[in-house]
């Protein structure tokens, strides 16, 4: 299925609405920049008829102004923004009933397959199966009378799957299922799943959207014509009451004015590192849709618009191999999170996917010589030579 253009005809250019959308200078004081509106509740004038807003759980004029721009860079109907992007998992879950059946990614962040087996299958009796959604005959051999929503990520972490959205979607219409992707290693400024027939697109805001590594947050958006989704989702963000609060709500509206410009330069940069990664003995393989080597890189060469800065790899040496490497850098810090303007490095085995345990790692396929990479905009000649001081401790 092919992306839809009919949304972009006689619009402003990316960068442009990011600037501006939802973002007119303030009434009051003429401030260029949305205020931060610290404020609880408003007045009404007069019982039961409230004005734009009365509780700053059901909307914030700050949080308000960030939900229109998202969901107009996202080419959505509407927003809601979240307080985690856990927090945005968990309301989207809230549209299925108990019993229900979810198809999910098998290679998922290791937070949301948490979420799902630890907390949602105990609390609401939610059922997962983790399967290869870019295969059609997976999803159906995995398909039950209650399966109600297909979980896909438009990269996966950490193994850099890349999700065929089209099949998705087409594959949820044709059997009455939600489909959901989490876009957090794309962004909307390298690839929109809605535009492809994506029911929900969420994003650990905290990561690209962000850019900054000094705050937390989580987005939803829901698709063009699905009014009736984007009222339910209203309602349980406003009954559960996880939302983003209006400080930062700011910090993330200033964000979005330069995502377009960080996401080309960590596009640049991350196809650099992984062609020199790709051509260095000390590693066994790379995972990044931009290097022809990929399995899915037709498929992201179809769907993206630059292959972004996300990238994981097979080191030699196993987990001693991992330890003389980390040892080796200067640049790149070892944390977890990603998609800051700095340079980070984890180790999935014993951070962000240890919960899985050995025997979900081995399954999945993350070993113990894996090191997940978030190449930021630092100088990309700094980031080479780093990287060739630390792979020559193996």
């Known amino acids: 299925m092919a992306a839809k253009d009919d949304?972009?005809?006689?619009?402003?250019?990316?960068?442009?609405?990011?600037?501006?959308?939802?973002?007119?200078?303030?009434?009051?004081?003429?401030?260029v920049m949305v205020p931060i509106y610290a404020n609880s509740t408003y007045m009404q004038e007069r019982p039961g008829e409230p004005g734009a807003h009365e509780y700053s759980r059901v909307s914030n004029p700050t949080r308000s102004a960030l939900e229109e721009c998202l969901a107009d860079l996202e080419n959505g109907a509407g927003s809601r923004a979240y307080a985690s992007g856990m927090a945005a998992e968990a309301t989207v879950l809230e549209l299925l009933e108990t019993g229900d059946h979810v198809l999910v990614s098998d290679d998922c962040y290791g937070g949301t397959?948490?979420?799902?087996?630890v907390i949602r299958r105990r609390s609401m009796g939610l059922e997962f199966s983790f399967v290869d959604v870019s295969d059609a005959g997976a999803l159906a051999a995995a398909l039950r009378p209650r399966?109600?929503?297909?979980?896909?990520?438009?990269?996966?972490?950490?193994?850099?799957?890349?999700?065929?959205l089209g099949l998705v979607s087409e594959f949820a219409r044709a059997h009455g299922l939600l489909s959901v992707c989490?876009?957090?290693?794309?962004?909307?400024?390298?690839?929109?799943?809605?535009?492809?027939?994506?029911?929900l697109v969420l994003h650990s805001?905290?990561?690209?959207?962000?850019?900054?590594?000094?705050?937390?947050?989580?987005v939803v958006t829901v698709a063009d014509g699905r009014g009736d989704?984007?009222?339910?989702?209203?309602?349980?963000?406003?009954?559960?009451?996880?939302?983003?609060?209006?400080?930062?709500?700011?910090?993330?509206?200033?964000?979005?004015?330069?995502?377009?410009?960080?996401?080309r330069s960590?596009?640049?940069?991350?196809?650099?590192?992984?062609?020199?990664?790709?051509?260095?003995?000390?590693?066994?393989?790379?995972?990044?849709?931009?290097?022809?080597?990929?399995?899915?890189?037709?498929?992201?060469?179809?769907?993206?618009?630059?292959?972004?800065?996300?990238?994981?790899?097979d080191l030699r040496g196993g987990m001693e191999g991992v330890r003389r490497f980390l040892g080796g850098l200067e640049v790149f810090t070892l944390a977890e999170s990603l998609g800051?303007?700095?340079?980070?490095?984890?180790h999935p085995a014993t951070m962000t996917h240890k919960g899985l345990g050995a025997e979900v790692r081995r399954e999945v396929g993350i070993g113990d010589g894996l090191v997940r990479l978030s190449v930021g905009i630092e100088d990309g000649d700094d980031l080479l030579r780093d990287l060739t001081a630390a792979l020559s401790r193996l």
């Open 229 to 263: 989704l984007l009222e339910r989702l209203a309602l349980l963000t406003y009954a559960v009451g996880g939302v983003l609060g209006p400080f930062e709500s700011f910090l993330l509206l200033r964000s979005l004015k330069t995502l377009m410009v960080r996401m």
């Open 147 to 164: 399966t109600r929503m297909i979980w896909t990520e438009s990269l996966t972490n950490p193994l850099m799957k890349v999700t065929d």
């Open 266 to 313: 960590h596009s640049e940069n991350g196809l650099r590192v992984a062609r020199f990664l790709e051509s260095h003995g000390g590693v066994e393989r790379v995972y990044y849709p931009g290097l022809e080597s990929h399995g899915g890189y037709e498929v992201a060469r179809r769907q993206m618009e630059g292959f972004g800065g996300m990238m994981s790899v």
């Open 7 to 31: 949304k972009q005809v006689n619009r402003a250019g990316f960068s442009t609405r990011a600037i501006h959308t939802g973002q007119e200078p303030d009434a009051l004081t003429g401030a």
């Open 340 to 346: 800051g303007v700095e340079s980070l490095v984890e």
């Open 205 to 218: 805001a905290t990561k690209y959207l962000g850019g900054h590594s000094d705050m937390i947050a989580g």
């Open 113 to 117: 397959r948490r979420l799902f087996e």
């Open 182 to 199: 989490d876009n957090t290693f794309c962004s909307p400024a390298l690839l929109r799943p809605l535009d492809f027939g994506i029911d």
